[in-house]
């Protein structure tokens, strides 16, 4: 009984730490790792690449005792059930600081594979989750050309960029959406189903009290970005169902802003759906602490003003509707005095505009609101 006690002691983590603190043996930790990349076979899942990719964050990103169970955590991900995160320390730059997320969906689906993975399996899968995802392709049947897609564009082989969109999407899209301008943190790495990204800066909630031309930065870019978003990229439409505070990230010394966590979206193949021609003009629908959206008309439409309104709702008002509270509130006094078109054209990009006769939906719509506000706002920060 007590060698039992004893054998089970020293296989456990407590005392896998009580020893790496005792002996102060970095080198033990680096093999501990190891054996554990080559315990989970990674290059059988996701190919050399990203193995490489695996070694060059074990060797740039600085762990202790302390947080050795995350990067444990993070390198093994693929037998977790719950999103993880953990920031590290870049060797590269004591400066930097690099956060890893990872975003395990199904403990069951990855204890099933076999190797080598099953392609088709793999399919079944998603389409049978696909309702569930917190990403959402549609078109339902665009999913082929959205794999298809980052078949040809990722590196990645078919098998992978299913097994990434039943587990992690952002894997796939994080890179190409940085390689082609889009506002994410620069990646530092992906190993298995983990993305290590960089630590770009403050969550806006850091500056609702910052001086009006920090807020109005930061305003130009998040309207900017939202008209980037939904033009998209090879014909795939994106559109953030998420923009808060927690997900949006600016950095005051480059004026910079970053949308993080875009797990939460719906990606729209353009030319496959029913109004391909059409634009959806989306409705200000009431709800109360949300925002509230009609995930068909996303999906039916060529093209949807939806990032356009939800954009425009952060600046205008809070979630509750409270139009003191929206980050741009309150708006001096000088500033309302000589522009006095600023918050009629926030008022028009949320609520809609007045429609009239001789007017068209195109005249009148929320992407030539979103135009004139940005032209408006570059206007003022000159006066800065």
């Known amino acids: 009984m007590i060698l039992m006690f004893i054998l089970r002691f020293l296989l456990s983590k407590r005392f896998m730490i009580l020893l790496i603190v005792i002996l102060n043996a970095r080198d033990f930790i680096d093999h501990m790792i190891s054996l554990k990349v080559k315990d989970i076979q ?3 899942i996701f190919g050399k690449s990203l193995v490489k990719q695996c070694n060059y ?4 990103v600085e762990y202790d005792e302390a947080n050795t169970h995350n990067i444990l955590g993070h390198l093994i991900s693929r037998f977790g059930s719950h999103r993880q995160t953990a920031m590290f320390q870049s060797k590269i730059n004591q400066n930097d600081k690099i956060i890893a997320k990872s975003y395990p969906k199904s403990m ?12 088709e399996y793999l399919r079944k899968e998603y389409m049978a989750k696909v309702f569930k995802s917190d990403l959402h392709i549609c078109p339902h049947e665009s999913v082929q050309q959205f794999v298809n897609f980052f078949t040809t564009h990722s590196g990645h082989n078919e098998t992978a960029v299913w097994l990434f969109l039943l587990t992690n999407p952002q894997v796939l899209i994080h890179p190409y959406l940085q390689a082609h301008g889009f506002p994410v943190p620069p990646l530092f790495g992906i190993c298995g189903l983990t993305i290590f990204q960089m630590h770009v800066g403050q969550t806006l909630h850091h500056f609702y009290e910052a001086n009006f031309d920090i807020k109005l930065r930061i305003a130009k870019q998040l309207l900017e970005a939202a008209l980037k978003f939904t033009n998209g990229f090879e014909g795939f ?3 953030i169902t998420d923009i808060t505070a927690d997900n949006l990230i600016y950095n005051v ?4 802003l970053y949308f993080i966590d875009l797990n939460t979206a719906y990606i729209v193949h ?10 959806d003009q989306h409705e200000n629908i ?4 949300c925002f509230a959206f009609v995930p068909i008309r996303l999906c039916t439409y060529g093209i949807s003003d939806m990032n356009l309104l939800e954009s425009c709702r952060f600046l205008r008002e809070d979630l509750k509707r409270d139009r003191t509270k929206g980050f741009l509130k309150p708006i001096p006094t000088e500033i309302t005095t000589k522009y006095t078109d600023l918050e009629t054209l926030l008022d028009n990009c949320v609520d809609g505009g007045i429609k009239t006769e001789a007017e068209t939906i195109e005249e009148n719509s929320r ?5 004139k506000l940005i032209e408006l706002i570059s206007n003022i920060l000159n006066e800065f």
């Open 42 to 44: 990674l290059d059988h």
């Open 57 to 60: 964050i074990l060797a740039n």
């Open 108 to 119: 069951e689906i990855m204890r099933s594979l076999t190797y080598p993975l099953n392609r």
């Open 237 to 239: 439409r994106m559109y």
């Open 253 to 256: 010394e480059r004026d910079k």
């Open 270 to 279: 353009a030319g496959s759906t029913t109004n391909s021609d059409d634009i």
């Open 286 to 289: 009431a709800c109360d602490d």
């Open 367 to 371: 992407f030539l609101t979103t135009l």
